[in-house]
């Protein structure tokens, strides 16, 4: 009869400790991150990396370390895929990421990565192709938030702000026969520059480049 009580005692105590345990298992689960996606850091704010911009370099090649070069004068390092000597003169391109914090007002603040070396050509011509298929001109409609004028020792400025396809607001400042064409409308017509992740062509992020109107 006492071994049928304590057998019984245990079986409350791991049933309240498995009870606990889903709790705390459903309302705290860990959190997850990506490199290129939305990664929520608060209830308050949220930050995102994106594919920022690239250039085309021309470069010398410095040190050979096992199957990878030194481009000079930087001596930043890449893989020798094509075999260069050291002294052979290439083109790289080079990729930069930026990060977005967003706070709870909406405010966003971009903060640039350092430039990183991503593959090396032996033309021009042909590291400008890849430029072109990772860096496009587009034009398209945008959602305009509103226009504003402000007024300083009676010199005035006007701005116009609109949302990019990010989600993110921009402000440009306009000419005062802008600001009164912009008034009544709701959308605008604007190039946009899109700028391809190299390693996901789908991530992207788009670039205000001028006004078509």
């Given at each position: 009869m006492r071994n049928k009580r304590i057998l019984g005692f245990l079986l409350i105590a791991v049933g309240i400790i498995l009870v606990i345990w889903l709790i705390g298992h459903t309302f705290g689960g860990g959190k997850k991150s990506s490199v290129f996606g939305g990664n929520s850091t608060s209830s308050s704010s949220s930050k995102n990396?994106?594919?920022?911009?690239?250039?085309?370099?021309?470069?010398?090649v410095g040190d050979l370390i096992?199957?990878?070069?030194?481009?000079?004068?930087?001596?930043?390092?890449?893989?020798?895929d094509d075999?260069?000597?050291?002294?052979?003169?290439?083109?790289?391109?080079?990729?930069?990421?930026?990060?977005?914090?967003?706070?709870?007002?909406?405010?966003?603040d971009v903060v640039l990565s350092a430039?990183?070396?991503?593959?090396?050509?032996?033309?021009?011509?042909?590291?400008?192709?890849?430029?072109?298929?990772?860096?496009e001109l587009v034009e398209t409609d945008v959602d305009l938030v509103g226009v504003y004028k402000t007024e300083d020792k009676g010199k005035f400025r006007q701005f116009a702000v609109i949302t990019l396809p990010s989600g993110n607001d921009m402000k440009q400042p306009i000419s005062e026969e802008r600001y009164t064409n912009f008034k009544s409308k709701k959308k605008?017509?604007?190039?946009?520059?899109?700028?391809?992740?190299?390693?996901?062509?789908?991530?992207t992020m788009a670039k205000f480049r001028g006004w078509k109107e």
């Open positions: 990396v994106v594919p920022w911009d690239y250039r085309i370099e021309e470069k010398t096992n199957g990878d070069m030194t481009l000079l004068p930087d001596n930043q390092l890449l893989a020798n075999n260069y000597a050291t002294g052979d003169k290439v083109w790289t391109m080079s990729y930069m990421n930026a990060e977005m914090k967003t706070d709870s007002a909406g405010r966003t430039w990183t070396p991503i593959k090396s050509y032996k033309s021009k011509a042909l590291a400008d192709t890849d430029l072109g298929s990772l860096k605008v017509k604007v190039t946009l520059e899109t700028v391809h992740n190299y390693e996901n062509y789908d991530d």
